[in-house]
């Protein structure tokens, strides 16, 4: 009888706070982002085009690394302000955000 009732234990959802959730999505966005980075140095030529001032296509420039930044610090940003700003902040700063 005891097994009966810890197999049901063990197949209920757990349901989990939705800050905790929003910091797991961004977190997962930011290694998305590192992953894609991280391998595409690994691509022959690529090194070169970067120390040769390239960017894909484009030319890398001031506003191009503010542009990048910009991109690699808000979901940075997130991951913290998610857990820690209070329900009705938190909604709307991730609505806006996302």
């Given at each position: 009888?005891?097994?009966?009732?810890?197999?049901?234990?063990?197949?209920?959802?757990?349901?989990?706070?939705?800050?905790?959730?929003?910091?797991?999505?961004?977190?997962s966005l930011m290694f998305f982002v590192i992953y894609l980075d991280y391998f595409h140095l690994?691509?022959?030529?690529?090194?070169?085009?970067?120390?040769?001032?390239?960017?894909?296509?484009?030319?890398?420039?001031?506003?191009?690394?503010?542009?990048?930044?910009?991109?690699?610090?808000?979901?940075?940003?997130?991951?913290?302000?998610?857990?820690?700003?209070?329900?009705?902040?938190?909604?709307?700063?991730?609505?806006?955000?996302?």
């Amino acid at each position: 009888m005891n097994s009966e009732k810890a197999q049901q234990n063990a197949l209920e959802d757990i349901r989990l706070n939705v800050k905790l959730k929003l910091v797991a999505l961004w977190a997962s966005l930011m290694f998305f982002v590192i992953y894609l980075d991280y391998f595409h140095l690994y691509m022959p030529g690529k090194i070169e085009e970067i120390l040769a001032g390239k960017m894909f296509v484009f030319d890398i420039t001031q506003v191009s690394l503010l542009a990048g930044l910009a991109t690699i610090t808000i979901p940075a940003l997130m991951i913290s302000l998610s857990a820690a700003l209070p329900a009705k902040a938190n909604r709307w700063t991730n609505i806006i955000v996302a």
